[in-house]
């Protein structure tokens, strides 16, 4: 099933996070999907066999698009019958205000919001224009989202300057009654960044160091996607995710312009088409570049085939491997292998502290 993130403000963002990777000069230009190609994004998916439509409405900072463009999209899902759209938004939040969450909760969006753990922490990259941190706002945007009744889940993304601080930002999270938190460990295979990545060895300690801390939090009520996967796999079930299911080849960026790519994560190559000049999404599942590239997706390196968690894994995130490899591998192996070992030794601990979780 076809996923979609529809970048409505291409890169455009009041933000300046440090590690960002649209921080190539594109973050300051106005860029907004014009109208007729929203109106032909609602006509290709219309022509789509699935009935549930997954689309994340994307940046940049999507509700730089205001209020209007969004009532625009509903109106467009409206009027397509069979169909049942599912609408999610990741937002820095600093533009959230009552109205954008009145409107957003009234028409059934999933939010998540981008925190990077404690204040600190989190001003330390994810700043305006001016270097100012942009913690407080955030915070105060996700507050507004919560008094309208979202369920706010947060990504964090920790970077080399962060990951020594682990626990201390996922505590500041939980006090600020963060229940759902995903953690993505930096890696960009650029100059400009590689000083921001994090070692196989730093996110192996920090991934021990969660687990350890959502041990002694005992609260069955706060959800780590890295834990809730592997704890998943050890109880004989697959975790719901696209790495981990090996689904990368069902989501599709469709930028503001119309241009089509793989997940906004992979970056702009290679281009599958552009929505302007389609009919019905299958035409591109019938192009050549599209299908060199998802085959690619699914060689496996030789240590992937001899894994014996190949099935959890399928060689990680596509965004997290290796380029240079000839096969290119997944970066943070060791640090999968590693601690999964973990909570297998740990898993007694877990299952006592469930039990008194279930029974308490
Ligand atoms: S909020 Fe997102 S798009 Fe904007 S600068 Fe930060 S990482 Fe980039
Ligand atoms: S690049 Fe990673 S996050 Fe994006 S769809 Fe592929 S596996 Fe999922
Ligand atoms: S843990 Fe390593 S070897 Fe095993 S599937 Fe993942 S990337 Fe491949």
């Not at 969006?109 to 404690?118: K, L, Q, R, T, Y």
């Not at 005992?218 to 704890?231: F, P, Q």
């Not at 014996?308 to 290119?328: A, F, Q």
Request: include cysteine.
């Amino acid at each position: 099933m076809s996923a979609f993130q529809v970048k409505i403000v291409g890169d455009f963002c009041n933000l300046r996070c440090k590690y960002c990777f649209n921080c190539n000069g594109k973050r300051s230009t106005k860029t907004i999907m014009h109208l007729d190609v929203l109106e032909k994004v609602f006509k290709v998916l219309s022509q789509s066999k699935q009935e549930t439509i997954r689309v994340h409405w994307h940046g940049g900072e999507s509700l730089l698009a205001g209020i209007d463009f969004f009532e625009r999209i509903i109106a467009h899902e409206k009027k397509i019958s069979d169909k049942r759209f599912v609408n999610i938004i990741q937002t820095n939040a600093t533009l959230v205000t009552k109205d954008w969450a009145d409107f957003l909760f009234q028409n059934h969006f999933h939010i998540g919001v981008s925190i990077d753990g404690d204040e600190a922490m989190h001003n330390l990259n994810r700043v305006y224009e001016n270097g100012q941190g942009s913690y407080k706002d955030t915070l105060r945007g996700a507050n507004i989202l919560r008094s309208v009744g979202f369920k706010v889940g947060v990504i964090c993304t920790v970077t080399k300057e962060t990951i020594a601080s682990g626990k201390k930002g996922f505590l500041s999270l939980v006090k600020n009654d963060f229940n759902s938190v995903a953690f993505n460990a930096f890696h960009e295979e650029s100059d400009l960044f590689e000083v921001r990545n994090v070692s196989n060895n730093e996110w192996l300690d920090f991934l021990k160091d969660i687990f350890d801390t959502w041990i002694e939090l005992n609260d069955d009520k706060i959800r780590v996607r890295e834990i809730d996967r592997i704890l998943a796999w050890v109880e004989g079930r697959v975790a719901n995710t696209c790495a981990f299911k090996s689904t990368c080849a069902n989501w599709f960026t469709i930028d503001w312009d119309g241009l089509i790519y793989p997940c906004e994560r992979i970056g702009r190559v290679p281009k599958f088409g552009d929505i302007n000049k389609l009919d019905s999404f299958d035409e591109i599942f019938q192009t050549e570049e599209f299908a060199n590239w998802s085959h690619k997706l699914h060689i496996l390196p030789d240590k992937c085939k001899k894994c014996s968690m190949v099935e959890l894994c399928n060689n990680g995130c596509t965004s997290h491997r290796i380029k240079k490899d000839e096969i290119p591998h997944f970066v943070y192996c060791d640090a999968q292998l590693s601690f999964f070992d973990y909570i297998k030794d740990q898993i007694g601990v877990y299952s006592k502290k469930k039990e008194v979780i279930c029974n308490g």
